[in-house]
């Protein structure tokens, strides 16, 4: 098992090369290259851009540049913020915390209700339950988040004005544990909507799939109480696909965070990714490429040691 | 034989499935009863219903899509129709058993074989999981399985086609149930495999005094296995009787035919099979009259209209025809 | 006298299983090692085994549905192995296959008009009118009603649909037709039809086959030698009365103990055979069979016995027979195993890889046989 990790993660090594090479090059190929954003200001001359270019290190060979920057990366210096100059990492770390707070409740939320919907409609397919869990969920997919977070908005916060309409946190009360729930509650409502709605489709067909097979039948002969057939021999086996899905899935949620967080004012990794890229922020761009890159790859091979820890019959 | 009580007795068993514009009758009537200590065999082809009433038996058809009913199946003195699911899931697995077909994929992949046969040991016996244990390494030993110790940690997919249906066999018989219903428990093993595991039905049911219901498409299976035998055909019991009886001298047109179309290894190679033309009607569309009767080299007008039903012949025996052979 | 119409040499069929994370080979599963098969014009030839003998492999190799690793298949003289895809494609026209599975091969979005015409067309034969005469007659000939024609084929029932694959395979008049458990999937009473049906064709076409099945009663029935296979080798063959009521081979004797009969009272007299057939990934040293064997000898574990002509065609590869007063080895040139001075095993190909250099020694036979033979077992091959 542990040579098994070892080896996954001798074999991103490559993999996170390739994505940071693609990264830099799109960053210079982009119109007007890294400098881009200094052309627009009028106060900045000619003369000025190209002393940045020096100071950067912008007119060295492009590979030169690349081997710089990577080998900054490797030693967690990922440079500094063009507006501001603060270190990239320290900014990345900083809004990673409030969008894992978001997700994490919204994904522990909506995976709890999702497959208890999913379970529950599994058992009884084609029960007025099912159906109604069945076209809720394609109510939920059909409409954009977007829309969903403008219409919680409008209800909660303006029209009831039970709830904050955005942000993190009120002024001042930066450590006031309850007005961060408060805050909390639209963003992660709205996002774990869609969430349930999409793992109550994957744990229903994952569950039906698996109540069909014959082992489920034996254990039924054997006289297992309906309880333990459902948890002692058909959730391991449903679970398998399920974590494969949630290893390939979650970083897909991660960008679905994204239009939650601007419409909520959370400032958390969404936000700061669409603010950079309005602002053409090149060394915080690069710094989330890569970041979500990891994320990729360390969430499929925590799946796969999972998968194999569930299923003997993956050799590793 | 004759004078052992009945421990299963199914008294007019149905199974349909409802379909656009009516139901399809797949198992249309069967009675049978067996008898403690006696292995019954329950021949038919594909499409006869066999299946379906040894599933219908446990209650393990899922409903909707079949209806099930019946006059009683009587179990010890109960009618398994009228418990509740508690309480048949009480008697499955503890005086009711059952093994299937397919022990490829009967055996729940993620789970040790040791863990597999504890299960109704802890479910039914109450037993602690550490005595449990113990009663699973004698019942692998048991069902031939050597180094049970080891088996116990394994997993299905590391065992052969044959060993699986031993752990199968040994879950099934780990309450020591007064009657085991084996589903072909034969057809997807090899023939030298096959010789092993009749074996060892026949010897545990010596010991246990086990009633077996034996349903399989394979006569000589049932030859050379069962007491008892009882043929069905399109969803109903068309002849019944003893064993040796019934193959030496079989009294309905379709079970001849069935046992003069096996190919047989003789000294002499035979011209052709005898066959029975044309196919198995399809359970919505049966005739009025004898189901077999559009096969049937010896019917008489009345075969066409009136259905015939099982009548006494003696011996034990009963068939269900108009004109039945060596009669 | 007759040349077979198709001679199998040395056929090997590896399969190579490699490792899921690496792509790195581990191992190889030998389905095939080392067949030597003769088939006459005119003569049913039965490929008897249980799963893992590697009967179905034998058959596919045949026709190159799976490439063979090493070995000749010859076809009316002509070696087919190596040769060009578009010669190929012509000798394919004088060979078919019927699957177990009809429905699986037929195409469900195709009537049997359309699946029937398909031969014809592929190689040109006729079109139009002609085709649908053609079409028509092969309906005839394998019992169905012209009808058939226009429907398709989930409207058949099992044994409508192999009389369908049949009618397909027989299309371009073949003069091989192997059969892959055809009858398998059948009920008995629908299986009597199919295997006189085959019994039939053959009569009145003059067709050669070659019928893989596991069920004995039905190779029995039809054949007129049969080939009994074990973890890719043959172990026996001869004649079917040979093969049934004299058998040679330890093996032969226990498959035919352990085929149920159906005639109550006639209990088994042997015990049945222990064990299961061991994975081919992973073959028992010596003779395959040795773990099971009843009448294993020491020899057996090290040592895998080559096939030995007995009197009328019999062949069988097995220690107990073709000893000292045995028959002759069947085979050219092979490699011996030498430990030390002493003769400890022989082989057909050069297996060095595992050897210690220094205590093992392996040599090639000159002329089925060396100088360097041990005595004992000279008498072997006959020099």
């Known amino acids: 098992m542990l040579s098994y990790v070892g080896r996954r993660v001798l074999q991103s090594v490559p993999l996170l090369i390739g994505v940071s090479i693609i990264g830099f090059a799109l960053m210079h190929l982009a119109p007007g290259g890294p400098l881009a954003v200094y052309t627009l200001n009028p106060t900045i001359t000619n003369q000025d851009i190209e002393r940045i270019r020096v100071v950067l290190g912008l007119d060295q060979p492009v590979h030169i540049q690349y081997l710089k920057w990577a080998s900054g990366m490797a030693t967690g210096n990922w440079g500094f913020t063009f507006f501001g100059g603060r270190p990239v990492l320290g900014v990345i770390l900083e809004r990673m915390s409030a969008t894992f707070l978001l997700m994490g409740s919204a994904l522990s939320l909506a995976i709890l209700i999702g497959c208890t919907i999913g379970v529950l409609g599994a058992i009884r397919r084609y029960s007025v339950f099912d159906m109604m869990a069945t076209s809720g969920a394609m109510v939920a997919l059909s409409f954009p988040t977007f829309w969903f977070g403008l219409m919680a908005i409008y209800f909660f916060a303006i029209k009831l004005g039970w709830l904050p309409s955005g942000g993190m946190y009120e002024l001042g009360e930066e450590d006031n544990a309850v007005d961060l729930m408060r805050h909390l509650v639209l963003p992660v409502m709205v996002l774990a909507l869609v969430i349930t709605a999409i793992w109550s489709r994957y744990t229903r067909s994952a569950f039906l799939e698996v109540m069909h097979q014959d082992y489920m039948r034996t254990a039924k002969a054997k006289g297992m109480r309906a309880p333990a057939r459902l948890l002692r021999h058909a959730l391991p086996n449903a679970l398998k696909p399920l974590i494969a899905l949630l290893g390939i899935e979650l970083p897909a949620l991660f960008s679905g965070a994204l239009v939650t967080e601007t419409i909520f004012g959370w400032p958390g990794m969404g936000r700061l990714f669409v603010d950079a890229l309005n602002m053409k922020e090149y060394p915080i761009l690069m710094g989330m490429i890569m970041f979500t890159a990891l994320f990729v790859i360390v969430g499929n091979l925590v799946a796969d040691v999972l998968i194999a820890l569930l299923d003997p019959r993956v050799r590793l | ?327 | 006298m007759v040349e077979p119409l198709l001679r199998v040499e040395g056929m090997r069929t590896h399969f190579p299983i490699v490792s899921k994370l690496l792509r790195r080979q581990i191992g190889v599963v030998k389905a095939v090692d080392g067949v030597d098969l003769a088939v006459m014009p005119g003569e049913v030839l039965g490929i008897v085994g249980e799963s893992g003998s590697g009967k179905t492999t034998v058959g596919k190799s045949i026709l190159r549905l799976i490439e063979p690793t090493a070995g000749r298949v010859v076809f009316e003289g002509q070696d087919m192995i190596g040769l060009p895809a578009g010669e190929m494609f012509a000798l394919r026209r004088k060979m078919q296959i019927v699957f177990q599975d009809p429905m699986s091969s037929l195409n469900p979005r195709m009537t049997i008009g359309r699946i029937l015409a398909a031969p014809f067309e592929i190689h040109g034969v006729a079109r139009g009118a002609d085709l649908r005469g053609l079409v028509s007659d092969l309906l005839r000939l394998v019992g169905l009603p012209e009808e058939a024609a226009q429907r398709y084929p989930h409207e058949f029932s099992g044994g409508q649909r192999q009389r369908v694959g049949i009618a397909r395979a027989l299309a371009l008049r073949p003069r091989l037709m192997i059969g892959d458990e055809p009858v398998s999937a059948l009920d008995v009473s629908i299986q009597a039809q199919i295997l006189n049906l085959l019994k039939r064709l053959q009569g009145e076409l003059g067709l050669t086959y070659i019928l893989i099945s596991h069920n004995l009663g039905v190779v029995s029935h039809i054949c007129d030698r049969v080939a009994v296979m074990y973890l890719g080798r043959v172990v026996e063959s001869g004649p079917r009365e040979a093969i049934f009521f004299d058998p040679k081979h330890p093996y032969t004797e226990a498959l035919l103990a352990a085929v149920p009969l159906p005639e109550p009272g006639r209990r088994r007299v042997h015990a049945p055979l222990a064990g299961d057939v061991p994975s081919p990934a992973n073959p028992p040293t010596g003779c395959a069979f040795h773990p099971r064997c009843p009448r294993a000898m020491g020899r057996c574990s090290v040592e895998a016995p080559m096939p030995v002509a007995l009197a009328g065609g019999h062949v069988v590869a097995c220690h107990l027979h073709g000893g000292r007063d045995g028959g002759a080895r069947t085979g050219g040139s092979f490699w011996i195993l030498f430990f030390k001075k002493e003769v400890v095993s022989f082989f057909e190909k050069k297996e060095t890889k595992k050897l210690h250099p220094f205590l093992f020694r392996v040599e090639r036979s000159v002329d089925g046989c060396s100088r360097m033979w041990d005595v004992a077992y000279c008498s072997r091959c006959r020099c």
């Open chain 2, 1 to 327: 034989m004759e004078a052992a009580p009945a421990v299963l007795a199914a008294r007019n068993l149905r199974v349909g499935f409802r379909i656009p514009g009516g139901v399809m009758q797949a198992v249309d009537g069967v009675s049978f009863e067996l008898r403690r200590g006696e292995t019954l065999g329950l021949v038919g082809e594909s499409g006869s219903g066999k299946t379906l009433t040894s599933l219908a038996l446990l209650r393990l058809l899922e409903s909707p899509p079949a209806e099930l009913s019946a006059d009683g199946i009587d179990f010890e003195g109960r009618d398994l129709l009228g418990l509740s699911e508690g309480a048949m899931a009480d008697l499955r697995g503890a005086g009711l058993s059952m093994i299937f077909q397919e022990p490829m994929t009967s055996l729940n992949p993620l789970m040790t074989i040791g863990r597999q046969i504890d299960e109704p040991l802890v479910r039914h016996l109450g037993l602690s999981k550490r005595v449990a244990r113990e009663r699973t390494l004698d019942l692998l030993r048991r069902v031939g399985i050597a180094g049970p110790e080891m088996a116990v940690r394994q997993y299905p997919h590391q065992l052969s086609g044959g060993m699986r249906q031993r752990v199968m066999i040994a879950i099934a018989l780990a309450c020591r149930p007064s009657v085991l219903i084996a589903d072909e428990p034969t057809t997807a093993l090899d023939v030298t495999v096959q010789a092993q595991i009749l074996a060892l039905l026949r010897a545990l049911q010596e010991e246990m005094g086990t009633a077996i219901l034996l349903i399989t498409h394979d006569l000589a299976v049932i030859a050379e296995t069962a007491h008892r035998v009882a043929v069905m055909y399109a969803g109903r019991i068309v002849e019944t009787g003893p064993v040796a009886a019934l193959f030496e001298a079989p009294l309905h047109p379709y079970t001849e035919g069935l046992l003069r179309s096996i190919p047989r290894i003789t000294r002499e190679r035979g011209g052709d099979l005898p066959e029975i033309p044309g196919v198995v009607p399809a359970p919505g569309a049966l005739p009025a009259g004898c189901a077999f009767a559009a096969r049937c080299g010896f019917a008489v007008a009345e075969c066409q209209e009136l259905r015939p039903v099982l009548e006494p012949m003696g011996g034990g025996r009963e068939v269900a025809c108009w004109r039945p052979r060596h009669g």
